[in-house]
């Protein structure tokens, strides 16, 4: 895995997570990646939440987001 992500790249990443958090409460549900991403098969979803939701809780924070897409 690479190392964290800083400045510019980081601020991108806020970006876009600010992007999908539809309700601005920090997280990411499942009902906000599928309103942002439509197209987005339940299976890929169901990979998502297992491969990023490290805490079990069904929704992504921000650090578990950011683990996910800084991913080489």
Avoid: C, K, Y
């Avoid at 958090?21 to 299976?43: C, K, N, Q, V, W």
């Avoid at 169901?46 to 992504?60: E, I, K, T, V, W």
Wanted: hydrophobic fraction near 35%.
């Amino acid at each position: 895995m690479s190392a964290e992500p800083t400045g510019e790249r980081l601020t991108e990443l806020r970006q876009r997570f600010a992007a999908i958090d539809g309700d601005g409460d920090g997280f990411i549900t499942e009902s906000e990646l599928t309103g942002h991403f439509p197209g987005l098969p339940a299976e890929a979803i169901g990979s998502l939440n297992r491969d990023a939701d490290a805490d079990g809780d069904g929704r992504l924070s921000f650090e578990e987001f950011v683990r996910i897409v800084a991913q080489d």
